[in-house]
């Protein structure tokens, strides 16, 4: 990248998440060009320099442009940002790899596992585009998107396993209301940002059929204890677990009315079945497909998950809510580990 001029960033696409990491690019200085699939949201986005589907209330900076031309958005582009349903990003992907520069960084912000084959965003991406590894990196951590387009202070983890790579990324998102650390355990973020949405539906569900915040509690706890198990087993770093991609963000997700994960949880916990549970949410939620290719992952890993398995069942309406709820409690007794 030229000393002389900025970096330049394609975020793709215009949703929640694209849209708000092309503000923290764009007030950090960065060029960005987004992608929308929508030209009335490429538009808006140019002319009025709003997300009308997303964030209507919200004045983007006027150096943030957007087009639906894919090879547009990345001509000249430092750093792909990937920002689209995990379960879509291979077929996206495919199509937008002929357009990557030699030495385009791509960055995944995307929390899901790809069903049937198990695999991360940065391995899809890998193997999609043939890009090595140390030019693929990931973004993570306890990031509301509608809190971040307010302008309220959050932080996040880069992670490549090219720490310079990192490191350059950290500086092209370092906002006054945005704080990246580096890392270079890939595995360990994407890991903790997928997992979590699962327990994120058990918090939210346990929500919904009224029980209290001991019960939160428990399944936070408990649930960042098996996805520590996966992540080690899958060669993460433990500390990783509990940092701001682990941790920091399984906090927030079952903490927060914003997330659509726990919201989501929230409508199965009051009664609704999964296919009115989604009916009534307009976002992504990943959980919902993950929570299966998370489970495979654990049995292919030899390792115990009790809460995504319960909530794997549930998803499939393989058992009731008290079902769920009496597997968990009713589990033999164990030393906590
Ligand atoms: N919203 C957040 O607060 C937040 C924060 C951190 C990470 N994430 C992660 O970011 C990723 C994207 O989530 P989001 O919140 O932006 O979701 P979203 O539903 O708000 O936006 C998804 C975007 O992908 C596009 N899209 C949907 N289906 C597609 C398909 N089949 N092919 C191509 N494009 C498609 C939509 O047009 C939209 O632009 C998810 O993995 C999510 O876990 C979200
Ligand atoms: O709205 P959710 O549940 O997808 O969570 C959003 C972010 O991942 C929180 O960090």
Not at 6 to 28: E, M, N, P, Q, Y
Not at 238 to 247: E, M
Request: hydrophobic share 45%; net charge negative.
């Amino acid at each position: 990248m030229s000393q002389h001029r900025s970096a330049r960033a394609a975020v793709f696409s215009a949703g929640s998440w694209g849209t708000a990491v092309a503000k923290i690019l764009a007030d950090a200085g960065t060029d960005v060009s987004v992608h929308a699939r929508r030209d009335e949201i490429a538009d808006a986005i140019n002319t009025v320099h709003r997300n009308p589907g997303y964030f209507p209330d919200v004045e983007l900076p006027a150096s943030l442009t957007a087009t639906t031309d894919p090879a547009a958005a990345l001509r000249g582009a430092d750093y792909l940002v990937l920002s689209i349903p995990a379960q879509s990003l291979r077929t996206n992907l495919a199509a937008w790899t002929p357009h990557i520069g030699p030495d385009t960084v791509i960055v995944s912000l995307m929390k899901g596992i790809e069903l049937g084959t198990g695999e991360r965003a940065s391995q899809v991406i890998t193997e999609v585009t043939g890009v090595n590894a140390n030019r693929v990196a990931v973004l993570s951590g306890p990031n509301l998107a509608r809190e971040i387009m307010d302008g309220q202070p959050a932080a996040a983890t880069v992670a490549c396993p090219d720490e310079d790579a990192a490191r350059r990324f950290q500086q092209v998102c370092h906002t006054t209301y945005f704080r990246p650390y580096t890392s270079t355990d890939v595995t360990g973020c994407e890991l903790g940002g997928a997992v979590k949405n699962v327990i994120a539906l058990a918090v939210g569900i346990a929500s919904g059929m009224g029980l209290g915040d001991n019960a939160s509690a428990m399944l936070i706890t408990r649930g960042l204890a098996e996805t520590t198990r996966l992540a080690v087993a899958m060669g993460a770093h433990p500390a990783t677990l509990a940092g701001l991609a682990g941790l920091g963000d399984l906090v927030t997700t079952c903490s927060s009315p914003l997330s659509r994960n726990r919201t989501f949880g929230t409508h199965l916990g009051h009664g609704l079945s999964v296919e009115q549970a989604t009916a009534a949410t307009r976002q992504t939620t990943e959980g919902v497909k993950s929570a299966e290719a998370v489970l495979a992952l654990a049995h292919a890993h030899g390792v115990e998950m009790p809460i995504t398995e319960v909530i794997s069942a549930l998803l499939h309406e393989k058992v009731t809510l008290d079902e769920a709820a009496a597997a968990l409690m009713q589990r033999p007794s164990k030393p906590e580990r």
